[in-house]
C-alpha cells in the first residue's frame, strides 16, 4: 500500500510522542482500541486555567496510519480550547493525511482517543470544583 | 562493499529467475518457438523434446516418473485440480475430504467450494509449534474418506510436516493423499515414493524459475490416480490438463530444478546458517521477540518473528530498504490478522506484531547484518511510541485491562 506524504512524515518524525501525569488534575488521558485488533492510541492533554490545552502527547500501537492519525490529533489539539478540540472529527484527519477507505478506522480511534482525553479531564475538573470534594 | 538496496527477504513469496534459467529459457521464445503438440513438423518436434527434457528433469528432482507431471499455470491451479478433479472422480467412492486449518488459501478456499458441491471437509487443528500429527489425520478417516490433503512446509512459519508418516497413514487407509509441496520442493529433499505422496503440487516461481508455470504430480501406480479434468479442450497431459503448453516456461522450470537439485544439499546448509544469524543478531538487539512455529522442523531459510508491543504494518513502513511480509491484518485485505498464527493459538496481539523473513539463493551475510541492524532500530523506535510496552514496563498485566473496541 502506498502512503500519503503526509502520513510517511508523521511516521518518520511523529509530533509529540510521550506521556503525561495521568495523576495531574489539569491532564485528561483517553486509551482507545485493543491489542487483539491491532490498534491501541493513549491521548494526554494538558489542560491550563483558561480552558486551553496547552501540552498534547500520544502514544501508538498501531499501523503507520494510525500513528500518523494520533500525531496529527495532537498537533491539531495544541492551543485549542476544550470546545475546539471536541469540534475535531475523523473525517478532517482523513482528509489531511488522505486516508484510504481501509484506513478510516484509524481517523475513528483518534477520534475516540480526542473524546476520551476530554471526557477525562472534564471528569477530573468538575470533581474539584464540585461542592464537597473542592478542597 | 556498498548494500544495493532494497533488500529482498521475501523467497516464501517468489523468488527471481536464476540466470542460468533465463539463459536456457531465451531461445524458446524467438527461433525454436513451435507448439510442442504439432506433431507434423521440426518446430514441434523441437518444441516436444524440449518440454519432455524439462519434465524430466522436474520429475527427477522429486523422484517420480516424468509421465507423472502434469503442467499447469502454478500451484493454485495444481491444488484446484487435485482437490476437484478427485472430489468429481471419486464421488461414487465417498464424499470427505481432510485437511488442516493451517494450509495456504489456495487449498482452503478450493476445500470451501468442495462443501457448497455437497462434500464433507475436515480442517484438522495444530498443536501450537504448527506441526500436523498424523494420527489426527488417522483419526479423521472415515469410510467415506476419499482425500487427504497436507502441505509439506507452511508458507508463513516454514514448519515442515511430517509428510512421510501421513502418506503411510493414507496408505494404511487407501486414501489418495494430496500434497502442497509449493515452499518444499527445491529447498528441502522431496521423494514422492518414499513419502508416499499421491498428487503433489509446486510452481516454478518459488525456485528461482518463471511465474505462471506449476506441477501437479499424478502418480501412475500403486495406486494409479484418475482426476476430472477441470478444463475442457484439446486434451493434452493426458487429458487432465488442456492447453498449449509454454515451452519457455518449462525448460525454465525444468533448468531450475536441476539447479536446485544440485546445489541443495550446500545452499540448504549456507541459508540456514544465514538465517541462525539473523535470528541471534535479533534476539540479541531485542526482548520480547518469539520465533513463530517450530524451532527446528523448519524450512532452512524461513525465520517467523513477532515483536511484542509493535504492529507489523509499521514496522514494514519503518523498513522500507527491506522487502518483507507481515501476518497484520494490516497488511490483507481482511482485516484479520493471519489465520496460520492463529491456528497455532498465537494471541491476536502477537499475530498483529509478526513478521516473515524468507531468505533465498540471492541474500548475503552482509545484507543479513543490515537488517539485523535496521529491525532492531525499527523496533525499539516503534516500542518508544508504544503505550502497550510503556504499560508492560510499568508492570501492568496486559491481559487484565479492559480494552475498548470498536
Given amino acids: 500500500m502506498a502512503y500519503s506524504e503526509k502520513v510517511v512524515d508523521h511516521y518518520n518524525n511523529p509530533r509529540n510522542v510521550g506521556s503525561l501525569d495521568k495523576s495531574d488534575p489539569s491532564v485528561g488521558t483517553g486509551v482507545v482500541g485493543a491489542p487483539e485488533c491491532g490498534d491501541v492510541m493513549k491521548l494526554q492533554i494538558k489542560v491550563n486555567q483558561q480552558g486551553v490545552i496547552e501540552d498534547a502527547k500520544f502514544k501508538t500501537f498501531g499501523c503507520g496510519s494510525a500513528i500518523a492519525s494520533s500525531s496529527l490529533a495532537t498537533e491539531w489539539l495544541k492551543g485549542k480550547t476544550i470546545d475546539e478540540a471536541s469540534q475535531i472529527k475523523n473525517t478532517d484527519i482523513v482528509q489531511e493525511l488522505a486516508l484510504p477507505p481501509v484506513k478510516i478506522h484509524c481517523s475513528v480511534l483518534a477520534e475516540d482517543a480526542i473524546k476520551a482525553a476530554?471526557?477525562?479531564?472534564?471528569?477530573?475538573?468538575?470533581s474539584l470544583t464540585s461542592p464537597g470534594v473542592a478542597s | 562493499m556498498a548494500l544495493k538496496l532494497p533488500i529482498y527477504l521475501d523467497s516464501h513469496s517468489t523468488t527471481p529467475v536464476d540466470p542460468r534459467v533465463l539463459q536456457a529459457m531465451l531461445p524458446y521464445f524467438t527461433e525454436k518457438f513451435g507448439n510442442a503438440a504439432s506433431r507434423n513438423h521440426a518446430f514441434g518436434w523441437e518444441a516436444e523434446a524440449a518440454v519432455e527434457a524439462g519434465r524430466g528433469q522436474i520429475a527427477a528432482l522429486i523422484h517420480a516418473d516424468a509421465k507423472e507431471i502434469v503442467f499447469t499455470s502454478g500451484a493454485t491451479e495444481s491444488n484446484n485440480l487435485a482437490l476437484k478433479g478427485v472430489?468429481?472422480?471419486?464421488?461414487?467412492?465417498?464424499?470427505?475430504?481432510?485437511?488442516?486449518?493451517?494450509?495456504?488459501?489456495?487449498?482452503?478456499?478450493?476445500a470451501k467450494r468442495l462443501e457448497k458441491d455437497g462434500l464433507k471437509v475436515t480442517y484438522l487443528p495444530v498443536p501450537a509449534d504448527g506441526v500436523v500429527n498424523p494420527d489426527d489425520v488417522r483419526n479423521a478417516i472415515t469410510e467415506r474418506t476419499i482425500l487427504i490433503s497436507v502441505m509439506m512446509a507452511n508458507n508463513e512459519i516454514g514448519t515442515i510436516n511430517p509428510v512421510a508418516e501421513i502418506g503411510k497413514v493414507a496408505k494404511?487407509?487407501?486414501v489418495v493423499f494430496?500434497?502442497?509441496?509449493?515452499?518444499?520442493?527445491?529447498?528441502?529433499?522431496?521423494?514422492?515414493?518414499?513419502?508416499?505422496?499421491?498428487?503433489?503440487?509446486?510452481?516454478?516461481?518459488?525456485?528461482?524459475?518463471?511465474?505462471?508455470?506449476g506441477v501437479l504430480y499424478v502418480r501412475r501406480r500403486n495406486p494409479r490416480v484418475r482426476l476430472a479434468a477441470q478444463m475442457d479442450g484439446g486434451g493434452h497431459e493426458r487429458g487432465m490438463r488442456s492447453g498449449t503448453l509454454p515451452t519457455p516456461l518449462i525448460v525454465g522450470f525444468g533448468e531450475a530444478c536441476r539447479i536446485a537439485g544440485e546445489v541443495m544439499p550446500t545452499e540448504s546448509v549456507r541459508l540456514a546458517a544465514m538465517r541462525d544469524r539473523l535470528q541471534a543478531g535479533i534476539f540479541k538487539g531485542l526482548d520480547e521477540v518469539y520465533v513463530n512455529g517450530h524451532p527446528t522442523k523448519r524450512l532452512p531459510h524461513n525465520l517467523n518473528i513477532s515483536f511484542a508491543y509493535v504492529e507489523g504494518e509499521a514496522m514494514l513502513m519503518g523498513l522500507k530498504d527491506i522487502a518483507l511480509s507481515s501476518g497484520s491484518a494490516c497488511t490483507s485485505a481482511t482485516l484479520e490478522p493471519s489465520y496460520v498464527l492463529r491456528s497455532l493459538g498465537v494471541g491476536s496481539d502477537l499475530a498483529h506484531s509478526s513478521i516473515r523473513f524468507g531468505l533465498g539463493r540471492f541474500n548475503t551475510n552482509e545484507e543479513i547484518d543490515f537488517v539485523i541492524d535496521r529491525v532492531v532500530q525499527a523496533v525499539m523506535k516503534l516500542r518508544e511510541m508504544s503505550p502497550l510496552y510503556e504499560m508492560a514496563k510499568e508492570g501492568i498485566d496486559l491481559k487484565s485491562v479492559e480494552w475498548t473496541r470498536d
Avoid: N
Avoid at chain 1, 118 to 126: I, R, T
Avoid at chain 2, 87 to 99: L, N, P, Q, S
Fill in chain 2, 87 to 110: 472430489a468429481a472422480m471419486y464421488r461414487e467412492k465417498g464424499d470427505h475430504v481432510i485437511t488442516v486449518a493451517t494450509e495456504h488459501r489456495a487449498i482452503l478456499d478450493t
Fill in chain 2, 178 to 213: 494430496h500434497c502442497d509441496a509449493t515452499q518444499g520442493v527445491g529447498k528441502i529433499p522431496v521423494d514422492v515414493q518414499a513419502m508416499g505422496i499421491d498428487l503433489m503440487s509446486f510452481s516454478a516461481h518459488k525456485l528461482y524459475g518463471p511465474k505462471g508455470v
Fill in chain 2, 172 to 174: 494404511e487407509r487407501g
Fill in chain 1, 118 to 126: 476530554l471526557a477525562d479531564v472534564k471528569k477530573k475538573q468538575e
